[in-house]
């Protein structure tokens, strides 16, 4: 199945090299560093706010707690959950891989008995509409964990396994702060 995407979500690329550099705070202590500040570690997600063309924006990231393949080295693996209220914009689920991913080739999640394919441009990962970002989001509310599985343009299969602990009280943190 060839997922097409919306306009929407070229835009969030756009903010995922600033989002990369505040993943890093990850590992850091809370503090506020180019003018993205952590709202707090839940469980394993933390949540953050930052300000993009002068409006609050809101993100949660984690880091799989098990990654699969065959490869020899790989980059920062992170899902995320982004908010952006000015452009009414919630629930933008996306995630980076650590790889380009092969082209025209697809995502597919797993949280439960649900399964979405999600569209890939370079080292990231979208749905293709807000209903299935809601859908997944729903989801990680309800579920423990989530399997992530995408193909390297390399042709390497990756399986990255997420937790959800934290998962809600992460997503009421950024809803809060970005309301």
Same mark, same amino acid.
């Given at each position: 199945?060839?997922?097409? +995407?919306?306009?929407?979500?070229? =835009? ?16 850091? +202590?809370?503090?506020?560093a180019q003018g993205i ?15 993009? *063309?002068?409006? +609050?924006?809101?993100?949660?990231? =984690? ?12 980059? *920062? ?19 980076l891989a650590g790889y ?12 439960? &008995? ?15 509409? =807000? ?21 390297? =343009? ?8 997420? &937790? ?16």
């Open positions: 199945m060839q997922v097409k +995407p919306t306009l929407r979500v070229f =835009s969030h690329h756009r903010v995922i090299f600033g989002l990369l550099a505040a993943l890093l705070l990850l590992a850091a +202590p809370a503090a506020k500040e952590r709202l707090g570690d839940f469980g394993d997600w933390s949540a953050f706010k930052f300000f993009e *063309d002068g409006n +609050p924006a809101c993100y949660m990231a =984690s880091q799989p707690i098990k990654d699969e393949g065959d490869y020899t080295r790989r980059g *920062d693996i992170y899902a995320l959950v982004t908010h952006r209220p000015a452009e009414n914009r919630r629930d933008e689920v996306s995630f380009t991913f092969k082209d025209d080739s697809t995502v597919e999640v797993t949280i439960g &008995s649900l399964k979405k394919q999600l569209f890939t441009k370079g080292d990231s990962a979208w749905a293709a509409d =807000s209903e299935t970002d809601g859908e997944l989001v729903q989801a990680m509310v309800r579920g423990n964990r989530m399997i992530v599985k995408g193909i390297s =343009s390399r042709g390497t299969t990756t399986t990255d396994t997420y &937790s959800l602990s934290g998962f809600t009280k992460a997503h009421r943190t950024i809803s809060e702060a970005c309301k």
